[in-house]
């Protein structure tokens, strides 16, 4: 018998829009961040305490968040291209099977949800940003122990990031 499939999930139809909020909100935060540096700093100004160890303690808080940000955001997007280039190229692995030794994450979050598939393990979370699927069961995520997968993934530092997933219907 032959099992049909139908895409829940894949990278090229819904990452950037991800990646544009998490931006988004990167900038938000790290804005915020600036402004409250820049406060401190203008009213030390203001009291002419210049070179106080406040002073110093502000200029680095801006500083250092600045940073920060642009990291961040320059990590995330840098995975996001090379996770859908990946997918775009064909440069990926397949697995197919039922899933195994599924471990959900609990609403409130604080640990991945992992699960395999013929001994490739996947592990993600809504609260962590990286490219690929995150959509935990405990969202409304399709995974469920048993359920007959098949995943186009790739290697994104040490974890595996699901780049197509499909679910039998």
Known sequence: MNTQFKTVYQIAATQYASLSTFQSAMRAIGIIVVVAGLLVLSLLISHRIRKSL????????????????GITV???????DDA?????TGQYSMVEGPVEHFD?????????E???????RFC??????????????SHG????????????????GSHNTILRLEVAE
């Not at 406040?54 to 940000?69: D, K, P, T, W, Y």
């Not at 993600?124 to 069961?137: E, I």
């Not at 995520?141 to 993934?153: D, E, F, K, T």
Request: glycine share 10%; net charge positive; hydrophobic share 40%.
């Open 54 to 69: 406040v002073g110093v303690v502000g200029l680095a808080f801006v500083g250092i968040s600045l940073v920060v940000l």
């Open 141 to 156: 995520g399709p995974i469920r122990s048993g359920l007959l997968v098949r995943i186009a993934y790739t290697k994104t």
């Open 84 to 88: 859908l280039k990946a997918f775009q």
């Open 124 to 137: 993600y979370s809504d609260y962590v940003l990286t490219p690929g699927f995150r959509n935990t069961a």
């Open 104 to 112: 959900p994450m609990p609403f409130e979050g604080h640990k991945a």
């Open 74 to 80: 320059a990590r995330q997007r840098y995975q996001t």
């Open 114 to 120: 992992c699960f395999s598939v013929q001994e490739t």
